[in-house]
């Protein structure tokens, strides 16, 4: 079993900017994939992002609702992920969930360890 934690979420207004991190205590992730997901009230949970953790060099997928306003990456030393979310929306009001699996794509089933998941509102 692999535990994993989210932090940063929080409340901004609209236009403002937030940074997700992503670790697993005590244990090292060596491999695989790790990725963001969100689940706003009363919507099922969607895909945000995800990266490839060592292997194809960080390769990157995004949804395309947030496109060119989030950035993930990975810090491989200290075995944590990040999101990035820049000129954020009321819409991208959500808990924010991190994941560990075996590939960077869209697809829930993938991934077999899930985080907690960190509350981020958006005003407007």
């Known amino acids: 079993q692999v535990q994993l934690v989210e932090s940063g979420g929080g409340s901004v207004q609209a236009g403002g900017s937030l940074r997700l991190s992503c670790t697993a205590p005590?244990?090292?992730?060596?491999?695989?994939?790790m990725g963001w997901f969100r689940q706003a009230p009363g919507k099922e949970r969607e895909f945000v992002a995800a990266?490839?953790?060592?292997?194809?060099?960080?390769?990157?997928s995004y949804a395309d609702s947030v496109k060119g306003r989030f950035t993930i990456s990975r810090d491989v030393a200290k075995n944590t992920m990040y999101l990035q979310m820049n000129s954020l929306k009321p819409e991208d009001t959500a808990v924010y969930y991190c994941a560990l699996g075996q590939r960077a794509v869209p697809g829930e089933k993938e991934y077999a360890y899930w985080g907690q998941g960190t509350q981020v509102t958006v005003s407007s």
């Open positions: 990266i490839s953790w060592i292997w194809t060099g960080g390769s990157t």
């Open positions: 005590g244990r090292t992730i060596s491999g695989g994939a």
